[in-house]
């Protein structure tokens, strides 16, 4: 039986559709089951359309509190009985409520704990740095503060701008996230400390 997924998304998805481009081989040994988002009218919601995975959006303007949006978030998650949840692109922490139900894997456009938060690629080349690359972990509550699952070097070329760096992160991204998203679901892990390690 494959893993079930449940995809979180906030743009254009293309870590998305990077997990439903492999999904389609059974050896892959994941399905996602559900694509959720935090507003309308993004690519990464047609890209799930298309592929005939179902969606839901919860805005979290819609709620007059933040740990009302938590728990509603968590319980359309929940409706998917998801294996694990993967945060790919999508711009909110999740709360307790989801922390606390399921295994949730983030990916990061910046070699952690360098540069973490909303503007990775900018801050990297806002520093100067020469190598920066990305980063699949294990959501917390921090601002990408979890247990680092894989990470990959990317360089920074010197006529490089945010779009041209974060197209090329992007691309390793996205087949580092296929790869660790396909051992997880397959062969499970252990968390020690902060020490991911994927195997039983
Ligand atoms: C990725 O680089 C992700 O790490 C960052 O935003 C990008 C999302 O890209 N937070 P996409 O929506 O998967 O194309």
Redesign the pocket.
Known sequence: MAGRLVVL?S??????QALLDASVDPSYGVRVVAVGADRDGIE?LSRAARANVPTFVEKLGDYSTRAEWDEVISTRIAAYEPDLVVS??FMKILGKPTLDAFPVLN???ALLPSFPGAHGVRDALAHGAKVTGCTVMLADEGVDTGPIVAQEAVPVLPDDDEATL?ER??AV?RRLLVDVVGRMVREGWTVSGRTVRIGK
């Open positions: 998304v743009g254009s998805g293309t870590n998305l990464g790919a692109g990916t990061h456009p974060h992160i992007k991204e």
